[in-house]
């Protein structure tokens, strides 16, 4: 991993920018994760003895990147968490999805369950967990026939927007677990985040935009993103 992306960083919080392909928290892999590497950033940058303390409060997926909030204190990733739990917490993705979609914006509502294998399906009110998320189409690359689109997510179920696409055959670029296996790097990218601080009490939004120099991004002016 190259130098580590900052947005944003004080007493309580920092904000990140999480690379593609990095670990949002140590696995059996024992590959590079980015909870690790904010910690060892913590612990030089301010020679603390000892353990480091950062809350892990929200993560994601080892193939998407974005935008990543950290709690440097129990507090505050009390508060975020229970912001979380509140609905309080806005994630917003921007994704590259196969096809023309038919409305330019909508609501996509399933029950989803994730299954032993690790896949995600969609399934009946009695078996899976609602979820929820609302979408904006921003372009339509007609030779290519792909759709940028911007996603809010109102619920946060394992692989929910890769999953409730795919379902209605729009599945993820680069998606080789629910799209075409094409070895091309999935077009996820969680490129905004909005917090109430844990203690200034304000709200406060963080953005970063996926590079364009990336073969999928660099099919759409990200120009247009507003």
Avoid at 70 to 98: C, D, G, P, W
Avoid at 122 to 146: F, H
Avoid at 160 to 168: K, T
Wanted: net charge positive; charged share 30%; hydrophobic share 35%.
């Amino acid at each position: 991993m190259n130098k580590l992306e900052i947005l944003y960083e004080d007493n309580h919080i920092i904000v990140v920018v999480k690379p593609c392909n990095v670990l949002s928290q140590a696995d059996s892999t024992k590959d590079e994760d980015m909870l690790t590497i904010v910690k060892k950033y913590i612990k030089e940058k301010y020679n603390k003895p000892g353990n480091v303390y950062l809350g892990l409060v929200h993560r994601l997926d080892r193939p998407v990147g974005g935008v990543m909030i950290f709690a440097k204190s129990s507090k505050a990733a009390s508060r975020v968490t229970e912001m979380i739990q509140n609905h309080k917490f806005k994630k917003k993705y921007l994704a590259i999805v196969r096809g023309d979609m038919e409305k330019s914006e909508g609501t996509l509502i399933d029950y989803l369950l994730k299954k032993e294998d690790g896949n995600t399906i969609v399934t009946s009110k009695e078996k899976g967990k609602y979820s929820e998320l609302k979408y904006r189409v921003l372009a339509y690359n007609a030779k290519q026939k792909l759709s940028l689109v911007e996603i809010e997510l109102l619920t946060g179920r394992h692989h929910q927007i890769r999953v409730q696409f795919a379902s209605r055959n729009h599945p993820l670029y680069g998606d080789q677990r629910y799209g075409i296996q094409d070895n091309n790097q999935i077009a996820l990218w969680a490129y905004q985040l909005t917090i109430i601080h844990p203690t200034l009490k304000k709200e406060m939004t963080f953005k970063f935009l996926p590079n364009v120099k990336e073969k999928s991004w660099g099919l759409f002016n990200l120009e247009i993103i507003k």
